[in-house]
């Protein structure tokens, strides 16, 4: 019985963690590209190409530190699916230090893309981003009949 509650835990583990892994995918958007953006903020030229820089910096390590999430997860799962439960416990700390690798490198990235903005290009970057966050969100509910 202990051994089905403990998978069961696992399972419901890993559903979260597939859950957490989807802002990693989310990177895609170059916001400081968007035309809409770069007008409401008032980029530069100048920023735009810093940030642009910034971006391709980081892209190589979020890339290897991705795929070795991917790596951990895969390997999570296979042996979830084993049922060796001390073996999924291991894994699940290389999971959270592989993620927690991934969000320290996109953090800092975003940190040097904050500081390539003024104060109050950050304030309206910030509202425009919670504005975008509110509109998908409320895309999702009508998308699932909510």
Known sequence: MHSIDR???????????????????????????SDLYKRELGLTPEQSRRLEDIFQAAVPNLRVQKKALDQAETE?????????DG????????????????????????????R???TDQWAK???????????????????SGK
């Open 7 to 33: 998978l069961g835990r696992a399972t419901a583990l890993i559903a979260a963690l597939l859950l957490l892994a989807a802002p990693v995918a989310a990177q895609g958007f170059k916001w400081w590209q």
């Open 76 to 84: 999570f799962e296979r042996l979830v699916e084993k049922g060796d």
């Open 87 to 114: 073996a999924v416990m291991e894994q699940v700390g290389r999971v959270e230090i592989a993620r927690a690798e991934l969000n320290k490198s996109r953090t800092m990235m975003l940190l040097r893309m904050r």
């Open 116 to 118: 390539a903005l003024t």
């Open 125 to 143: 970057f910030t509202a425009l981003h919670q504005a975008a966050e509110r509109e998908r969100a409320g895309q999702d509910d009508r998308g």
